[in-house]
């Protein structure tokens, strides 16, 4: 039995992957028959040439006897399936043939293929990210929980040094921090870098050579040793100007000048996203256990080690800790992980809701594919005659679907190679997007990239496939339902095939689409638009916008103490010497500060009114936005209160509570009532949604103008007065004489003179700090346009083929019509209800999904001249969906009623 | 009408086996073999012989192989396998009880029904 099926395989094997030496084998079987017979007949006396001729007689026909000894092995499926190397020729034949509708087919699965790696290559290297380093793999981080509150602990000195002497399972331990310094040059202004301290372990733990120069060795840890630095490939590029005599320079690294000891390859930011290294200089004798610096722990699997072992040893070393020491470790749980998962810990519903973005986009696919198909099967049926004609001359019915989807299988590949060659593209702008979003601008960890792994490009191959059976094999299944009595109606001159519901239904979807996402982008840009044109009532394009902050260890190198006290009250007095300098200074006109600037993203904050509140819209309450600002704020600003007074001195002692509202709070929350004298509260904000009812009661005393202060909720606002010495970090704004951008360097030099510690980040003009937003937006905004364009072009292609088949199936029809003396309306008007139909719902349906997104879901208000544009857009969609019907229906009328006649459907 | 008779449908395998089985042999020899051991009785049409020996030995009751035949001209040989031989037993067992059937059942006489 399984003898059987073995012999079976290997015979079925032979003869599938070495078809020809089969084939070859058998004549030359059949031969060595024939020889040796027309021998023995010879033999018995008959002349050669008779002898030779009666043996082929009594043979047979050997193409008959080919052919059954074939199907004896098995073969005769494979022969109707063979997709031969004809049927791809021909595929390619039909592209030439068709360019329309190569060219709109091949952008769509292009388009949706593009899509597709992308987003698979992109969730791919978020879940299960590559660490590109010699066994990467194994390289792992280990991190302490608290069991109590489920909150990393990052203090974890002790433990790191008890680690580095008895795990065995995980060798090389290392530790780093992230410390953001200033980097000043003799030559050049300070600016941040992202800077990690390492231990001489983590950074070996990489195993990367540095490209000159030498790594951090275990000699630099020592307090006594001088201080250095290893540059990154890409800050020695934007610093130093790639100097190759970098080596032995010496840069100011926040307050301590260091000596640039090597310079690592391009792509090195290990451990995590990081542009130079210096040594960590940690005394563990110098902390109690569970006190100083917050470290990361990183390591390598011991060789034959698994990660489930080192997690048992680890756990093992954390009961004796909190045996020891239970008082700082007993809830302490210390786990160990891969590197990425230390950066990235995704739950398994996380990942999951992630990665059933797949099947979205595999949604995106089947109806553009469906659409494809559509036009498959319009060119299908044009050639449904030849189709029906092979049939009888012999072609199964499995054999002309094969042909049609190694013809759709050409259309996938070549839109899968177009979409393949993009995706490399596609990534690198969502990984930009990504960074903006979701990381603060901070660059992705070093693993991410933007070239594709094997498994996408196998999955791309994979969607082709897919898409070549809808677009190939569905089409060719009903074209070729019922072959049989077809060949009998081709020549009979009327077609047996129509368009179904089914693709009723793809072309309504389509127009709808094309009619909803545009104005859903269109939205997207209003509000866009918004934003950046929002009319602050000042010249913010005279101010410099930057972020103030300072280095953390700045206070304790002064006076020694480490506290959060002496460093804010260090920040307030370097802050206020810069702000005292930058005033002094003949370019600047005027200086102020702030939590959040206009313009720039507020969180949100619930509030309530202690009376005189209109109702909320909905059950999210009141939510405006709130910042501190300091008391020269609104006059700085050039924005003078329109009633009640500003902050004085006076309101921040610690009793006050005080608070100014802007114009829109006036009129969202209170309806336009005074607010003068009237109380609020904050009861939830956007990190803490628990709502909360004991806090401060605040006296509203002033009302200012809409300086564009933004939540994502409306524009109502609350301005707190800034206490110097608790805001941390601060926003300044800097009136400037002349082009802003030019007093740049001027105020980083500023900085650097009160205190090389003082960091400055976001600088710019004030009028280009919605960039970040605006990117975001405009990525949204392309996307969906593309998307609306290829729709667009699809239904219309859809339509136009769909027009065309119907026309030229009843040229005849309407011939016959034409010559009884029907009237042409007549005519035209049996013709155009399908589409007009088909055009009218998918317009209906898109401007009511429209109106339900932008009036249901996001609670705009209906005007009217929104809704005129949507009612604009929806004739025009129909204008443009009929033209795509001109073409056919002229082609039909110019039909002369003899030509009809003989037309053959 | 000839002497030879017509082989019925599905004996050709067991006849093949047969052959082989008493030898190694090239397809002509299969011919020539079962025309010996039949006393030239039985008619086969020689290339229907050939799909015949593919689908035996895709079912892995005889195997091939190339070699030289008597007059040194090349040809695929064919031998029994183990399989093809316990087949053969269980054909012929078969076979030889249809064959006593149908004997008793055609040297019936009306006085044994009777």
Redesign the interface.
Known sequence: MISGIFARARSLWRGVSRRSDVDAEMEEEFRAHIELRTADLIRTGLAPDAAARQARIEFGRPERFKAEGGASRGLRRFDELGVSWLDFKLGFRMLVRYPGLTLVGGLAVAFAIWVGAGTFEFLGQVMNPRIPLAEGDRIVAIEVTSATDGRQTPRILHDYVDWRANLRSVTELGAYRSVERNLILESAHAEPADLAEVTASAFQIARVQPLFGRAIVADDESPASPPVLVLGWELWQRRFGGDPNVLGRTVQVGITPATIVGVMPQGFRFPISYEAWAPLRLNVLEYERGQGPAISVIGRLAPNATLDEAQTELTNLGRRAALDFPATHEHLRPRVMPLAKSWLDLSTGEALSLWSINLFIIMLLALVCSNVALLMFARAATRESEIAVRNAIGASRTRIVTQLFAEALVLGAVGASLGLAAAGFGLRWGLGIAATQFMDGAPLPFWFRSTLSPSTVLYVGMLAVLAAIIAGVLPALKVTRGIGTQLRQASAGGGGLRFGGVWTAVIVTQVALTVALPSTAFQLRKDANRIRTLDVGFPTQQYLSLRLEMDRDASSATSGDTSRAAFLALFAERKQEFERRLTNDPAVVDVTLAGRLPRMYHQWNQIEVDEGAVEPLDERGHRVSSTSVAEDYFEVLRTPLLSGRGFNSGDLSSGARVVLVNKPFVDDVLGGRNPIGRRIRYIANEDDRRPRDDGPWYEIVGVARDIGMTSGYGRAGIYHPMVPTEAYPVYLAVHVQGDPNAFEPQLRATAGEVDPTLRINELMPLDEVTGGEMKFYSFWFRLTLLISSIALLLSLAGIYAVMAFTVARRTREIGIRVALGASKRRVLASIFRRPLMQVGLGVLAGTFVTGLLAYGINRMEVSPRGAAMVAAYAVLMLAVCLLACIVPTTRALAVEPTEALRADG | MSDQAAILPGTLDLLILKAVSLGRL???GV?LRIGQISAGALEI????L???L??L????LISSEWGT?D?N????YYRL???GRRRLGEETASWNRLVDAIALALSATPQEVG
């Open positions: 090239h397809g002509y011919l049409q020689q290339g229907a050939y799909p015949a593919y689908r030995e895709h079912q892995g035949s007059n001209r090349k040809a695929k396998t183990a399989a």
